[in-house]
């Protein structure tokens, strides 16, 4: 599959607002996996369904801090590797299911 740069947040006009944005952005698929800290999900982008997408969904407590987003920064740092999905971006919202 060919990764291409996640999409823009949609337009909260424009869609449910009350949906997460795994929900409005992307079409999930199946789940790829799960570890201590979340699900990885496969998922399509909905304004182009032919990108691809391995999205990782995580619980973090309310008070999100510089702690938490360790492994945001540190996948965001990792340089182009053959042996590591490529990072495209990340955001935080509130409660929920996805």
């Known amino acids: 599959a060919t990764a291409h740069p996640a999409p823009a947040p949609a337009d909260s006009s424009a869609s449910a607002p009350s949906l997460p944005r795994l929900h409005r952005d992307f079409l999930p698929g199946r789940v790829l996996g799960r570890g201590a800290f979340g699900v990885v999900v ?17 619980a973090w407590p309310a008070d999100v801090d510089a702690a938490a987003l360790a492994e945001v920064r540190a996948l965001a740092s990792m340089p182009p590797s053959d042996d590591l999905l490529r990072y495209y971006g990340a955001w935080v919202e509130a409660g929920g299911d996805w």
Request: hydrophobic share 55%; net charge positive.
């Open 42 to 58: 496969a998922a399509r982008s909905r304004a182009a369904p032919q990108d691809e997408f391995a999205i990782k969904v995580v």
